[in-house]
């Protein structure tokens, strides 16, 4: 067992929102990559209620809505930088991920590493290169944030967005941003903000939470190609790939990574089933493509 900061924040409160986030995303607009095999034979009908889900998940996003600031943004990443919170494989990390566990859900019973192994599954079914099939099973390893001393759900989980600029109305629930300080500052309620018109997304400040903190592990310590990379960093980032906003500070570079995270994203979506997988006879198979692309042991 590697040596962690433990939370008590509970595994299970977390899972249940990001369920619940994530049936928001999925009413969200129509799927980009309609030649995926698994997009166009998945019944997309069993998903959760949206309305059902409504009053939580807008609660949610609230408070996430007015924590997620620029100071909050630059502590986090201080924080990420100056904080050693373990050393271990991705393997071990994905076993250390699975005791976050919503036994409480209505709709699926399926642990977190069942998950991980549905994505990658299905994008192995469709043919995908390796690369890929290993951002599946690692995309949601940044929840292990909720083991390393997060200060709640709202810093963990649920869309991502620019921070250090005007808030766009492409992000959900885009009034709860009211009291959030940023919406009143001189500066981070501009267009540009503190950016200059499209520098590109590698150079600007993406809301903190599990996509932009595993980025920021791999980033520097996987031979992930840049696609790989973008999938993991920007899979949460809605109000970009799915609502096309941040027109005015993409560059080229973001738009031919745009496709490959649009065509990550029903994988992440609709994988989603109650039907458990083997995970003793897929664990050597992932376990091989894990060495490809990862050193034994990573600083998390």
């Known amino acids: 067992m590697p040596g962690i900061v433990t939370s008590s924040q509970s595994g299970r409160e977390l899972d249940a929102t990001s369920d619940l986030v994530d049936d928001v995303n ?161 500066i981070f309620s501009t267009e540009y903000g503190i950016y200059k018109p499209h520098c590109g997304l590698d150079n600007v400040m993406l809301s903190w939470g599990h996509d932009e903190y595993l980025y920021n592990v791999f980033k520097d310590q996987s031979y992930l190609p840049q696609e790989a990379l973008a999938m993991i960093r920007y899979h949460s980032f809605y109000p970009w790939h799915r609502e096309g906003a941040y027109s005015h500070l993409t560059n080229e570079k973001d738009q031919e990574i745009l496709a490959a995270v649009k065509a990550f994203n029903p994988y992440d979506l609709y994988s989603k089933h109650d039907e458990p997988c083997d995970v003793e006879k897929l664990r050597p198979y992932y376990q091989n493509l894990i060495t490809k692309f990862f050193p034994t042991e990573l600083d998390w």
């Open 26 to 186: 999925v009413i969200k607009g129509k799927l980009w990559d309609e030649d995926s095999e698994f997009d166009i034979t998945t019944d997309k009908s069993n998903f959760r209620d949206y309305d059902a889900a409504c009053d939580r998940v807008k609660a949610f996003y609230k408070e996430q809505h007015e924590k997620q600031t620029v100071e909050y943004n630059i502590k986090a990443r201080v924080e990420f930088k100056t904080r050693k919170r373990g050393r271990m494989g991705v393997w071990e990390a994905i076993e250390l991920l699975n005791t976050l566990v919503d036994d409480s859900d209505p709709d699926t019973s399926m642990t977190q590493i069942e998950h991980l192994l549905q994505t990658a599954e299905a994008i192995r079914r469709d043919g995908k290169p390796e690369w890929m099939q290993v951002a599946g099973l690692v995309h949601d390893l940044g929840k292990l944030l909720i083991l390393f001393g997060s200060e709640g759900q709202w810093d963990v989980v649920g869309d991502t967005f620019v921070v250090g600029c005007k808030f766009s109305d492409k992000i959900i629930y885009p009034e709860t941003f009211a009291n959030n300080p940023d919406s009143s500052d001189a």
